[in-house]
């Protein structure tokens, strides 16, 4: 297992939080940007082993974005800013095909399901490919950039633009089948949450602090529920972007939002079941009976998925721009500004391993498909770890 300790980086804390607005007015200085917490040694609390790494392009260098990889079938899909979409068998690191497109500005990352990959740039260009091949399907447009991963279940493509609209495509043929129009604050965080589908729905994340559940079939929207409301003098106080992954799971919807809370709602009628004063722009995500969550400050959470009652907390990675923490087996696996991946005990949260994927940040959310993990930089290096807790 690697463990070298890195430099405070202030250049790269401050690209992070400049790039991490869409508009931004003003100017932060660089006193107010907090230094990354110092990594402190630990005594081990899990094996850890390195299965492969490869290089997927040069991923989404400095967009700001969560640009992941998509897992399905025992292969990996990965994009990236030349234009390259890549297929990785997940056993190997083997690159089994490779397909550019000229011109083309991959942003928001792969979505992939029934038979169906599909991918959106940042001319607002989408693209179904075979994901046996990489042979393409049909090409669609769409009204702004798409900076988040299309979700592709129920016959459809479903894809964000970033000017707030939302697209249904077919994956047959790409007809488009509906569209859902909704006006965007002018200051925002950079990203966009990924559409979930679960049953006859759609979920999407608004940078309004609104949650909208709409039919698959037309688009027509079914509920919406606020989950922050911007207060503060400013608006970058103001701001309660729903950017982080939304969790659907046993008629629950679990999101949360920057500057304002953690929330589960009833997904069948928006009610919410419990709420907690929280700030976090990475989201959450499930390991059984706890909701998992970084905070802006950096602190990692595990909460009680029926309360919302803290379980545990570890402070010990403030301010380094933690990912989304994901479950992996007994651990929790969570990537940083440095390219580090830390593992927590899913028991207690308490530090368990550490490697180094490479020097750039990780800023995707981990991915965990068969027991493995797999980790992407945003400067394309990819790796693939087995985790054990002892």
């Not at 100017?27 to 850890?48: M, S, Y």
């Not at 509906?178 to 679960?198: C, H, M």
Request: hydrophobic residues 40%; negative net charge; aromatic residues 6%.
């Amino acid at each position: 297992m690697r463990d070298r300790m890195p430099k405070l980086v202030w250049v790269g804390a401050a690209v992070l939080l400049l790039s991490g607005c869409g508009i931004f007015k003003g100017k932060i200085n660089r006193e107010n940007i907090e230094p990354p917490t110092e990594l402190a040694d630990f005594a081990p609390g899990a094996d850890v082993d390195e299965i492969w790494t490869a290089s997927v392009g040069d991923g989404e260098g400095k967009l700001g974005l969560r640009q992941p990889v998509a897992v399905d079938g025992g292969v990996l899909y990965a994009a990236d800013l030349d234009g390259n979409v890549r297929a990785i068998e997940a056993a190997t690191g083997r690159e089994r095909w490779r397909v550019e497109f000229e011109g083309v500005r991959w942003s928001g990352g792969p979505g992939v399901g029934e038979g169906t990959l599909v991918i959106g740039s940042l001319d607002g260009t989408v693209v179904a490919l075979n994901p046996d091949n990489g042979a393409e399907r049909w090409r669609k447009s769409v009204s702004s950039e798409v900076i988040s991963s299309p979700a592709v279940a129920r016959g459809l493509a479903v894809v964000r633009s970033n000017d707030g609209r939302v697209f249904g495509f077919s994956i047959v043929d790409g007809e488009r089948k509906w569209i859902y129009d909704r006006g965007l604050p002018s200051l925002t965080l950079r990203g966009n949450a990924r559409p979930v589908i679960a049953g006859d729905t759609v979920y999407l994340g608004y940078d309004t602090g609104d949650l909208v559940a709409l039919r698959v079939t037309d688009g027509s929207q079914v509920w919406e529920q606020t989950i922050a409301e911007g207060e503060g003098r400013s608006e970058l106080d103001r701001m309660v972007d729903v950017d982080g992954e939304i969790v659907v799971q046993d008629a629950d919807v679990f999101v949360a939002s920057f500057n304002g809370q953690v929330m589960a709602l009833d997904a069948a009628s928006g009610r919410p079941l419990w709420n907690r004063e929280m700030s976090s722009f990475a989201g959450v995500s499930l390991a059984g009976e706890k909701l998992l969550v970084t905070d802006k400050a950096g602190t990692v959470w595990a909460l009680d998925r029926r309360s919302g009652a803290s379980l545990w907390r570890q402070d010990g990675l403030a301010h380094r721009w933690l990912t989304t923490p994901v479950a992996d087996g007994e651990l929790v696996a969570v990537g940083d500004l440095e390219g580090y991946v830390h593992w927590l005990k899913l028991s207690d949260g308490t530090m368990a391993a550490r490697d180094r994927v490479g020097g750039d940040p990780i800023r995707a959310t981990p991915q965990v498909a068969d027991g493995v993990l797999y980790v992407q930089t945003i400067d394309g290096d990819l790796s693939a770890y087995r985790a054990r807790a002892r």
